[in-house]
């Protein structure tokens, strides 16, 4: 027996561009949701057009716009409106990052769908959030990671603030309002009430500080939190190490210390008072880190050190680069590595599905859609179109297909 995918039933209109809103809307086209992607025409996505492109095509957006439908308009165009209005009337979702005024200035905010649906579930990414002082701030990923503390944490401690080399507030801030939407919709299930999730890229950011907000609270301001490069300050060893190629990163914490003396042949470590407990290692680190370097470099590989480490049970891993992890055989085990058809670009590899659910062990085949390639269809299915109407609004202009 096949089962229904998780989301069969559930229908999306999708105001979405660039990363932060598509992640909500890619992970839950992949667990079966209809996705309405709605586009300004004539460019659409912003973007179709981000490197890497090939034949005009972009592998970007392939990646983050798989197995939804392209609806094109003018939003110049009153009828344009009035088409998504009635759309919103059909879904059960709607997912919007948008600038700062946008949706309210065509009516199409959240206080004004709810009145035609009152079901619906609406969310918003933006930088600084829909409710904030500083919502009429217009943010990218690079200005929520500066905001946010995470470029002040990371980097050299004697060099400028770092950011990280992908787009961890956009894909952290659609996931955490993928996860926001998996509980709204059950809440609707139980009480037929649908609401507004204002989801903000920095609050994402934020969300993530482990122990660098408690800790200069807890210590009254004596631990001041900032960028300590490649060693962490409080516990060693917690960082990256040197090995006989690479690089290779440990953790051991008190109950791995002992363990890690044993594989490194100095046993006499475990009563050397430099050493007695993570803070004495913490602030000791000058002296241990080349005494672990050393040991690590006497191996005729990396492999080989790392083999000892995981023999004595010490957290461990070496650097990979992007390249590394293409072909690492632990990336393709866990479909991590995936080759998904573009009817453009033939073949495009992409990171896989991150959640494994037992029930699907196989993903849909899915496609990232051409501009305006579903106007048809979508108008058919959600307001019943004829053919012949569809083809009048392609007249007035209010429809807009770059493959038509």
Not at 101 to 129: C, H, T, W
Not at 304 to 329: C, F, G, K, M
Request: hydrophobic share 40%; net charge neutral; charged share 20%.
């Amino acid at each position: 027996m096949t089962l229904p995918l998780m989301l069969a039933d559930c229908r999306v209109l999708d105001f979405t561009q660039y990363l932060a809103g598509p992640t909500v809307t890619r992970l839950m086209a992949e667990m079966g949701a209809y996705i309405i992607k709605v586009e300004q025409a004539p460019m659409g996505d912003p973007s179709r057009v981000l490197p890497f492109v090939k034949n005009g095509r972009s592998a970007y957006f392939v990646q983050q716009n798989r197995g939804k439908k392209s609806l094109c308009l003018d939003f110049n165009q009153p009828q344009a409106l009035d088409l998504l209005r009635a759309l919103v009337a059909t879904v059960d979702i709607v997912v919007e990052n948008y600038g700062p005024g946008v949706l309210e200035k065509r009516q199409l905010d959240y206080d004004s769908l709810k009145k035609i649906n009152p079901r619906i579930i609406m969310v918003s990414i933006s930088a600084f959030g829909r409710q904030s002082p500083l919502a009429h701030k217009v943010g990218y990923d690079l200005i929520a990671q500066a905001f946010s503390g995470i470029m002040h944490m990371t980097g050299a401690p004697d060099g400028p603030p770092q950011f990280v080399g992908l787009g961890i507030a956009d894909v952290t801030s659609g996931v955490h309002a993928f996860a926001a939407l998996g509980y709204a919709l059950y809440y609707r299930e139980k009480t037929g009430v649908g609401q507004h999730i204002d989801m903000a890229m920095v609050d994402a950011l934020y969300h993530m500080h482990e122990v660098n907000i408690q800790a200069y609270a807890a210590s009254g301001g004596q631990f001041i939190p900032s960028r300590f490069g490649s060693h962490h300050p409080l516990i060693c060893p917690c960082g990256t190490f040197k090995g006989p190629q690479g690089w290779i990163v440990i953790l051991v914490l008190d109950r791995q210390w002992p363990s890690l003396v044993r594989a490194m042949g100095k046993p006499e470590l475990i009563d050397d008072p430099r050493f007695a407990s993570g803070a004495d290692r913490g602030k000791n680190q000058r002296e241990l880190i080349p005494l672990i370097e050393e040991w690590l470099q006497s191996f005729p590989s990396d492999a080989a050190a790392l083999q000892v480490l995981e023999e004595y049970r010490i957290p461990s891993a070496p650097v990979l680069s992007i390249v590394d992890t293409l072909s690492h055989p632990y990336f393709h085990a866990r479909h991590m590595v995936r080759t998904v058809p573009d009817p453009i670009l033939g073949e495009v590899t992409i990171p896989g599905f991150p959640f494994k659910y037992s029930a699907f062990p196989t993903l849909p085949e899915l496609q990232a859609p051409l501009l305006g390639e579903h106007n048809a269809e979508i108008l058919h299915r959600q307001l019943g179109y004829t053919a012949e109407q569809v083809a009048k609004l392609y007249q007035a202009g209010v429809l807009f297909a770059e493959h038509k």
